[in-house]
């Protein structure tokens, strides 16, 4: 069946669209989670997006599926790894990605799946660094559109990386093409700057879904601020972390910190450092906390590190801001204030200005490391700005993650009124005594919060069907928007549970 497709696409597209080749599939296969690898028969690599519709067309008139990805760099999230095996891998970055435009005077960029963090930032710089991007702390070469339509985020007031796209270019199911927004009118003006145009908004189902393949969109800049001044504080309790919730609430609500701030785990630092340390605990895991405790102080993370970043003219003009965060801070008696300066000279506290400063930073993807192996899978609820809220959540994953032999590693990335709970689980996949309590941990995690009331979001491949199976409504309702747009079962099927 594949067999006859690949051929169809080697003719109509030239032998560059295909890879069937045992090295190139196998180079596909792999990821970073518990479930395993995931075999495919093959890659197709569109050049554009007429490409991209002959290919799914040819995909349906030979009964096969799709599984369209951008970079495959979505480390801990299942990389090229379809959620169901036997799918064919569309990669499209590798052909397309291109930066169609920029526009300088609105403030945008156009741009193609392949294009990544590190080369829109390398272009901003091309163009005189008169706006940024907002960065990631993941690789710096994954995919702008790949990343935005997982729902992925950044730093920076443009962290929604899905809210910062406009005019997205989507090739259905049925290989017609669909431009969102006022892109629905061919010749519109306003394609690329305005989203609430008319009918329903429809970006967002092409989000954490399988209903289309978007193949181009444009993605808004921020301009750069002359100074960009960072600041942070360490605190040393475990138990502090509810204090400190209450202490970000309000200079996030009342718009006094323009970015995200950061409330990070001494593990989720000092992991990007340094290695489990097996010969001090003679193999046993999880972290013993004095052990914890020792690292935390090696490295200057505290139990908890605070951090954000303040926008302005000048440091003089920030400086009045900064005093006022500190004052609100060192009030607790608890937070050590650690300056612009040292974040500069401190590799972990110099990721937070990496990513507050929309610069692309490989060095927080060093926690992979933390143990031997490469297994990594993430755990993203997000969590409301109440102290007691985090609290719990704090008390309920460490104690889990404790209880399967697990170090309890987050940051609370917070907004206004939730932050996203970035939990990074660092296992053996080498070892299937550590996989199996990989998988029982985060079994453990999702029916816990299930329980508390704070269900996960965005969701590795591994556990996607089982997660919307939770979600009895939402399973139907999606169920029956892919019926309506892929009958065949062309695009992804499986993906976030929809199928
Ligand atoms: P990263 O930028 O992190 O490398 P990926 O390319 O791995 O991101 O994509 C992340 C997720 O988004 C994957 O599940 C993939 O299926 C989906 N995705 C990526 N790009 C597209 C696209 N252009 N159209 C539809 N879905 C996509």
């Known amino acids: 069946m594949s067999e006859k497709f690949f051929e169809a696409v080697s003719q109509v597209l030239g032998p560059e669209a295909v890879d069937v080749s045992d090295a190139g599939r196998a180079s596909y296969s792999s990821n970073r989670l518990p479930g395993g690898d995931r075999q495919t028969d093959g890659i197709v690599f569109p050049s554009s997006t007429a490409d991209v ?38 990669h499209l970055g590798k052909r397309m ?107 967002g ?25 960072g600041f942070a504080f360490s605190f040393a309790g475990d138990e502090d972390l509810s204090e400190i919730f209450e202490l970000v609430r309000p200079l996030k609500l009342n718009s006094v910190v323009p970015t995200l701030i950061k409330v990070t785990s001494g593990g989720y630092g000092f992991a990007t450092e340094d290695t489990y340390p097996y010969d001090r605990t003679n193999g046993q895991v999880p972290l013993p906390d004095d052990i914890r405790r020792e690292l935390q102080e090696k490295h200057g993370t505290g139990a908890w590190l605070v951090s954000g970043a303040l926008y302005g003219p000048s440091v003089g003009a920030l400086q009045p801001t900064l005093d006022k965060i500190r004052a609100v801070f060192e009030a607790s008696g608890k937070a050590t204030y650690i300056s612009h300066k040292e974040m500069l000279d401190n590799p972990i506290y110099k990721i937070h200005l990496d990513t507050y400063s929309g610069e692309p930073t490989a060095s927080e993807v060093d926690m992979l ?27 309920t994953s460490r104690r889990i993650l404790a209880e399967h032999g697990f170090e309890y590693f ?90």
Not at 57 to 73: F, K, M
Not at 216 to 226: G, H, I, S
Not at 378 to 385: E, G, I, K, N, Y
Request: glycine residues 12%; contains cysteine; proline residues 7%.
């Open 53 to 90: 519709s002959t290919i799914v067309r040819l995909a349906a008139e030979h009964g096969v599926s799709l599984w369209p990805t951008s970079t495959g760099h979505n480390w801990g999230m299942g990389e090229f790894s379809p959620v169901r095996g036997g799918q064919v891998i569309m």
């Open 97 to 203: 990605n291109r930066i169609l435009e920029v526009d300088e005077r609105l403030g945008y960029a156009v741009i193609e799946p392949g294009v990544t963090f590190r080369q829109l930032r390398a272009k901003m710089a091309e163009l005189g660094d008169k706006f940024m991007i907002s960065g990631t702390s993941g690789p710096p070469d994954g995919s702008i559109i790949g990343n935005a339509v997982d729902r992925g985020a950044g730093y920076t007031p443009h962290f929604d990386h899905f809210g910062t796209l406009c005019g997205m270019e989507i090739v259905l199911p049925n290989g017609e093409i669909f431009n969102t927004g006022d892109g629905a009118l061919p010749n519109a003006n306003t394609r690329f700057t305005n989203k609430s145009g008319f009918g329903p908004l429809l970006d």
């Open 205 to 229: 189902i092409f989000t954490q879904s399988n209903f289309g393949i978007v193949t181009q969109t444009a993605v808004w800049l921020m301009p750069r601020p002359a100074t960009i001044l």
């Open 369 to 395: 490391n933390w143990r031997p192996g490469g297994g990594a899978t993430w755990f993203l609820p997000a969590t409301p700005m109440i102290g007691e809220a985090a609290e719990l959540q704090h008390q």
């Open 410 to 499: 987050v940051e609370f990335v917070c907004s206004t009124r939730a932050a996203r709970g970035l939990h990074l689980i660092i296992f053996n996949r080498q070892d299937p005594d550590e996989v199996a309590r990989m998988n029982s941990a985060y079994a453990a995690l999702v029916e816990a919060y299930d329980q508390i009331g704070y269900p996960i979001g965005r969701t590795p491949t591994d556990w996607q069907e089982r997660a919307m199976s939770r979600l009895p409504v939402l399973q139907q309702v999606t169920h029956q928007i892919k019926a309506a747009l892929d009958p065949m079962g062309t695009i992804a099927p499986g993906k976030y549970g929809i199928s």
